[in-house]
């Protein structure tokens, strides 16, 4: 969907940081008028969204799915609040995974409410395909199934998962 506020990914094909807010109980898009208000650029705008992501990945529930010999495969990232897409924006995200996941990661986030991380130097993501645009269509609030690099916190886009 398109917002009048955002930001390109490096490498991403459709993906964009949108610049927003709490509106009840739901992340809203400013517009163009809100935005305006704030009376900030994008840079800052984006250091101040740091400390907020910080606070909603700390809300996020983390779980870790193995394989049958219980090796790490993926971390499953949810909120029942929709924090997900600003949550993995935090940048003390690659340190909670650098133990077990390693240090360079990748991870998509096919909607508000749910996000999947996984080793770059892991099992092929593809394999995962399924489960992302599964996560994707189910939703009200999808965002993407791109999938991204995190790498000394900064992300780009690496990919796309297929249907």
């Known amino acids: 969907m398109g ?12 993906t964009v940081k949108v610049a927003g807010g709490w509106d009840g109980n739901l992340l809203a898009a400013f517009t ?6 704030l009376g900030l650029k994008w840079t800052e705008f984006e250091n101040k969204a740091r400390k907020t992501a910080s606070k909603d990945f700390q809300k996020l529930t983390i779980s870790l799915k193995r394989d049958r010999r219980m090796v790490v495969e993926y971390a499953e990232l949810s909120s029942s609040d929709g924090l997900v ?3 993995v924006l935090a940048p003390e995200m690659g340190e ?5 996941l390693g240090d360079d990661l990748l991870f998509v986030v096919p909607s508000r409410y749910r996000a999947f991380v996984f080793p770059k130097l892991g ?3 593809a394999k995962f395909s399924g489960l992302v645009w599964g996560a994707y269509r189910e939703s009200s609030y999808p965002v993407s199934v791109e999938l991204f690099e995190w790498k000394k916190g900064t992300i780009r886009a690496v990919g796309l998962f297929e249907p």
């Open 32 to 37: 163009r008028k809100e935005w305006s208000k």
């Open 96 to 100: 909670r995974f650098a133990e077990t």
């Open 3 to 14: 917002s009048p506020i955002s930001s390109t990914v490096e490498n991403a094909q459709k």
């Open 123 to 125: 099992p092929d993501v």
């Open 85 to 87: 897409s600003s949550g």
